[in-house]
């Protein structure tokens, strides 16, 4: 029987080199699409409910390098998603900061956050588009009421769960309410924060999506329906792995701001920053020697 080792990988076990993972990876998806792909050609698969994967890529290429009919709904999708994204966060971050500083405000306001969140977001959106009307806004609004509590919920929890230790240090010198909420309340309440913000983009992006299904002329949302009414799967397919990548692009933005703010969590990125101030200290220095 193989032991454990320390790093939790079995003993014995050679790792795999970069280049190795890479070829087992690639190795994965052919036999997965290359499966895909003979199923589909052979007969194997009904087309209606698995269209083969090179007709899917023909149809992304189509939509992107021949028709260019994706970018417009792809800006329409990502204009709403942001937007409802902005809106949602700055309410639920406004609330939960308010909340955290008033006690009474805090005891009244929870139990209407919490019947917001347990409400479903779909169960809402005729009355969203029937109050904002069949354009973007009631698309906008949808998005903002589904990744509204991420932010207001974790926002809330973050800067309520202070360090003790932390706390007393600074009451013991003497630090008033505002430097204690930007000194100690926000730099330790910023790692529960940024992981609410990723939950609420991804959930702007499906508010948007279901609201476009409901009432809409224009978005990805819309243009998927089209094609599955159509029954063209593969431009339904087609339209899925672009909702797939703009779900993927805003996530990545979510993790590079990640990656900027909470500098002190990964080591050469608190070294790259101590050393870009150690810089910034030394010339101010520099500058008041000389004066």
Not at 113 to 119: E, I, K, M, S
């Amino acid at each position: 029987m193989s032991d454990i080792g320390s790093d939790g990988v079995l003993a014995g076990v050679k790792e795999l080199t970069p280049v190795q993972k890479t070829l087992a990876h690639g190795l994965v998806f052919l036999i997965l699409f290359g499966g895909w792909e003979f199923g589909a050609r052979a007969g194997y698969v009904n087309e209606l409910i698995m269209p083969a994967p090179t007709s899917i890529a023909y149809r992304l290429y189509e939509m992107f390098f021949v028709t260019g009919s994706i970018y417009w709904h792809y800006i329409i999708t990502m204009y709403e998603a942001t937007m409802g994204f902005i809106i949602g966060v700055s309410i639920g971050m406004g609330l939960a900061i308010t909340a955290a500083i008033s006690p009474v405000f805090r005891r009244y306001w929870a139990p209407y956050a919490v019947v917001f969140n347990v409400t479903p977001g779909i169960a809402v959106t005729p009355f969203i588009i029937a109050w904002f009307g069949f354009g973007w806004s009631s698309k906008i609004a949808l998005a903002a009421l589904v990744c509204f509590f991420p932010p207001f919920i974790n926002t809330l929890t973050g800067l309520l769960n202070i360090d003790k230790d932390a706390t007393e240090l600074f009451r013991s010198l003497g630090s008033t309410k505002k430097q204690y909420f930007q000194k100690c309340q926000i730099p330790s309440a910023l790692p529960i924060i940024i992981a609410g913000l990723k939950l609420a983009m991804t959930g702007a992006l499906i508010g948007t999506i279901v609201a476009q299904f409901f009432s809409a002329s224009e978005g990805v949302g819309i243009l998927m329906q089209r094609f599955a009414f159509r029954l063209n799967m593969d431009g339904s397919f087609a339209a899925l792995i672009v909702m797939s990548l703009m779900g993927l692009s805003l996530f990545t933005l979510m993790e590079y701001m990640d990656y900027k703010v909470l500098y002190w969590r990964r080591h050469s990125r608190m070294e790259e920053v101590g050393a870009k101030r150690k810089r910034k200290w030394m010339k101010e220095m520099g500058d008041m020697s000389q004066a």
